[in-house]
């Protein structure tokens, strides 16, 4: 299915709609939006992929028969390829607050890096009996946690956000190490990184963090909050691609003591060496793993191109603006669904995304889709709605609270 | 730098010239090279990267613009992305003596897949101490061995493949996991599946092989030899492009009882129910771990099409035609380079490459390289040459033969 809107179907009121527009015609970044292949559907989905940018294909293109072809393995060393995921981490930094040197894009999935840096983190604290996490968590940070409390022998605690601050406050000196996220995947509250991580840093805790569902929308200051060590996607807000590879942050401050378990050739000091023996890196190298699949590097490298020119303070005040305004919209078509909001009102409390309580989510994000509205069910209840600062315009998302509005009337 | 033959250089002796034509014109694989992007290059480099297929950036561009922009994160259950990690390790079972279900591409590195299975092998025999590894192993599978024996407590016996086979013997009941490879990623040399795997066998050991230096030039018979686990990379033979992700072979004997370090949610028995606790796939797809790198995955997937249209047991017949050519043309040109050859003389006791004793490695290597003809230095004193069935021809050996015994002659 090819997801469409269907001709006329989608006519907010025209006050709202005249609003819109004034808005995208005063934004300077509402030109973006024309840079990304949507192919006329409306992407306000929060999970994986939304649409690529349409110089994909060619640049694509320009690495398999501009460099891989023409150069082969040489590539590799003349073409930057090797250095790739030292500088996509650098570019990353610069929406991280993270100082160069100190994130890398090793090449593995979200899961996989979370493995290999909360073993990092727990090493850190080997006499702490207790890895602790938010049961809010995605759940796949939930499966990689337990996994490494079971292969490093101690114990998971898994905590509501509320129960979390308290453990670290009553047992904070039974943690080794400490899991949050920025932004809650299904309701987009906010967690601010400075209090927590100074709890942990008060307590004697690694504090850890997933930045996927902040990272390209929220500003995090990795270096100016003192966080130990942090991963993320390459997708979601990032739009580097289906499956796109997940990134590592160490700080300086920690680069000599940090002993990754995914100790493969490319963390080496001297990789083409070939040596018996394993030296790791000494500086942010050490984080890589494996021969990295340049592909995939390729199209997040590219992505974020314009994410970087706009910076990541821009994309915050651009993605706020967009999500204050649907709930404008909302208010002004259907203000009893204000009251279904399942994420905090004031936007500063938010990430790039809100949920809405509805009935039979199921048939109301499909209704939306076959009106060319994307969006994330979130079963039982949750309808996720998020705002990627470049490729969302406010006349989208007057367009969308109408499909909303309808879908919503018609159960 | 762009390798590319210079004009005129590359002249072999007319007789052998003549009988590489006829070869070449005889051999219904001949044709095959006409599909891959050399670039007028001769690639007998035999890491990780040959030349594309010439429809690859077709191919990615069908992806990228056909399916991921019209559909989005829908594209993932509706264009069969979901499962390209179990069709690629189902195409790639054919080439490995693999039934279906048995092989599974994650999406992650080599290095990090080795980990996966080493670290799963070993938890199948918990209260055996030692880690067996061939000594002549890539470097990289050193390194994880020694990872996973110091997370496991295990001890990391490297023994040479002499020694290794002696090892498990003389206390083999103290062995939990041994890791070998069939092909010796220097010299070519064989090492046969069925005996080592029937050793472990013997004395309770488990066999886990990486297959990256013959995975498509060499039948390996996984299921008829029994093999308990393995690993290979996407790149060498396959051919899968740069840093193509590694697969893991699983046979189905063993997957009630695996059980995997990296769990991650694409891993789960039910991915999409989001539950908070992992419960495995019982299936081969309990090898996933988190979202795969599509990008790489769908290059891989298009390598594969010609090798699985030739078949494996055609892919070695033509691989053993051309380096055995390659020996006849060294006789003929100059046979005392025949005394320097590192690998077995007798075809069948090679994998897809073989190497020469040759001072001043690098020298070659670039002299070989400024004519067009791409190798390998192993130094200190191994030169390197791979036949991959595909893309290499009789003709481009005659070549390389003479652009070679000129680079000697002009040391």
Known sequence: MTVRPESGVTMPSTGMLDEARRRDEVDPLAEYAREFATDGAIHLNGNSLGPPRGSLAAELDRVVTGQWAPRQVQAWFQDGWLDLPRTVGDKLGSLLGAGPGQVLVAGETTSTTLFNVLTAACRLRPDRPVLLIEGESFPTDLYIADSVARLLDR???????????????????????????????????????????????????????????????LPVDLDANAVDLAVGCGYKYLGGGPGAPAFTYVPTRLQSTVDFPLSGWHGHAKPFAMAQTFIPADDINQART??????????????????????????????????????????????????????????????????????????????????????????????????????????????????????????
């Open 155 to 217: 114990e998971l605690v898994v905590e509501t956000r509320t129960g979390f601050d308290e453990y670290l406050r009553d047992n904070g000196t039974q943690v080794a190490v400490a899991l949050a996220a920025p932004v809650d995947f299904r309701t987009g509250e906010r967690r601010e990184l400075r209090p927590i991580t100074a709890l942990c840093h008060a307590v004697g805790a690694l504090s850890v963090w997933d930045l996927s569902h902040a990272t390209g929308v």
């Open 290 to 411: 494996g021969t990295p699949p340049l592909l995939s590097l390729v199209g997040l490298n590219h992505a974020l191109a314009p994410l970087i020119e706009v910076g990541i303070h821009e994309l915050h005040r651009r993605s706020k603006d967009l999500s204050g305004f649907f709930l404008e919209c909302l208010a002004d078509r259907r203000p009893e669904l204000l009251h279904q909001l399942a994420s905090p009102e004031v936007a500063d409390r938010r990430g790039g995304h809100l949920a809405l309580r509805v009935p039979q989510v199921n048939k109301v994000e499909s209704a939306l889709a076959d009106n060319g509205v994307l969006v994330d069910a979130r079963p039982p209840d949750l309808i996720r709605f998020a705002f990627a600062p470049l490729y969302v315009t406010h006349e989208q998302v007057a367009q969308a609270v109408d499909v909303l509005c309808r879908a919503v009337e018609g159960l």
